[in-house]
């Protein structure tokens, strides 16, 4: 009896592992198609050439897969990065990225391994979501460029003022112009893509509209032999690969070097963990790693380097997909890698029949997505300042650069931090012939001129006056040594002073954080 139970036992765990497999299996395929043409994109977006995104997309699946704190978070290039990858390859070009990302996820790597991974994640919402929508606006002026077959300019205002050139001086009058066949491509790819979203059986819900409206450009331009410019894929892999050479960094200032890298390192880990976070909420099989998670990025980054590739976080779209799709576990992401891997083996001929308008109009459809509305009316219900900051990183990343606009984001922040743990509100109310001083927030040497203003209000005629510090915060001893001079003074005046000491006292002792009752 107990052999039959044992082999029934053992023939339940090879179905359940062979189930489990299968599932993984089909996860990866889905995963892989909705990869692929974001990858080429990606590059596409950040000025590099298209194969450089495979190369990304491969190292991701393959070693970040086998290595990741969140076994069903999918690597790849990011659309977060690709602005400041832009900006450095046009001010410093292509050979500087490899030697940066290397720095890059050599902080990444260190800082796994110090255990400093949810650190990364202690940045203000607003701050985060704003530089997404930042970049989202950014890709979305960037690529209405590329979708004409024009190059794009070198800033966001400069992208926003050269459209009017781009739509008059290339797109009309209809003279059938270049520009006129890459806008039919891009805008039959985004006609794809709407439709399907919009209309897709509920079976075929796992198939990316991206890869059907690409699919549906490459077949227009194919038939009718349009003019227009596609994306270049070199014949093999090797071809794909360039290594670093330090001197590639010899035109950049220490300075420049490390704030760049910083940069890469800060962003790609807050955004990788933002998604493992995600990825841990929309299932319960798994919970994230974030240390080791953050330490696979650096390997994967210092990889991506090494070999000239794009730089590389976790990607909350392809994540969402291989959870959606039903993946178990990190096989999926690690054989997303191995299709990846084998399209640029076996199709490379295929994928050079790509327009690359038919790209940038996938990325369009990216960009706007990273703008989100609904992220802006949930901050709202905070008050006014965290939409400030929002709009505020937005702007600024629009008008200026990632860099700069993160940067303007968390001191306003800080500063929104400094008020909150420094703000109080004093008030003086004459009541029943008694004086009423109302103390609340936070005292602090900073706000001594506003209780003293406060105290000096009292009247030297009242005979009764309360001081009421019960919906104090903390106060230090700075302003407990103002006040106690205050009510010796109207003592010696010959009035009362009702105020509870000791309990002021205790505010004193008790950290911010807590509220003595």
Known sequence: MSTTLHHVKTEVKKEEKSG??????SASLVVFLVALPLCMGIALASGMPPATGLVTG?????????????PLQVSGPAAGLAVIVFELVREHGIASLGPLLMIAGAIQLVAGLLKTGRYFRAI????????????????????????????????????????????????????????????????????????????????LKLIPGALLGISAATALAQVFHLGVNRIKVPDNLFQMVSFPHLSALAGMSLSSIAGTALALAFIASAETLLSAAAVEQMQTRWKTNY???????????????????????????RSSTNVQAGAETRRSAILHGVWMLLAVLVFSS?????????????????????????EVRKLARFGKVPVLIYFASMLTIVGTDLLT???????????????????????????????????????????????TQALDQVSPHSSMVHVHCSNLRYIDHACIEVIESWTERLERNGQTV????????LRYRAPVSETVV
């Open 124 to 203: 203000s919402p607003e701050v985060i979501h704003g530089m997404l929508a930042g970049i989202g606006v950014l890709i979305v002026i960037q690529q209405f460029h590329v979708v004409l077959d024009r190059s794009p300019k070198h800033s966001g205002p400069a992208n926003i003022i050269g459209m009017w050139d781009a739509i008059f001086g290339g797109l009309f009058p209809l003279n059938g112009s270049k520009e006129e066949a890459a806008a039919l491509v891009g805008l039959t790819t985004m006609a794809v893509m709407i439709l399907w979203e919009r209309f897709r059986p509920a079976k």
């Open 291 to 317: 240390d080791r998670e953050l330490t696979a990025q650096g390997v994967g980054n210092l990889l991506c380097g090494a070999v000239g590739a794009l730089p590389m976080t976790g990607v909350i779209v």
């Open 350 to 374: 295929v994928l050079r029949l790509i327009p690359t308008a038919s790209l940038a109009a996938v990325l369009i459809f990216v960009g706007i997505k990273l703008v989100k509305p609904a």
């Open 20 to 25: 489990a497999f299968m599932r993984d299996l």
């Open 498 to 505: 009702n105020i509870e000491m000791e309990k002021l006292h």
């Open 405 to 451: 606009g993160v940067l303007v984001g968390v001191t306003l922040s800080l500063l929104r931090l400094l008020y909150t743990v420094t703000h109080l509100e004093a008030r003086v109310v004459e009541e029943a012939g008694d004086t009423h001083v109302h103390l609340s927030g936070i005292g602090t040497f900073i706000s001594i001129p506003k209780i």
């Open 58 to 70: 491969i190292i991701g699946g393959l070693v970040v897969g086998f290595l990741a704190g969140q």
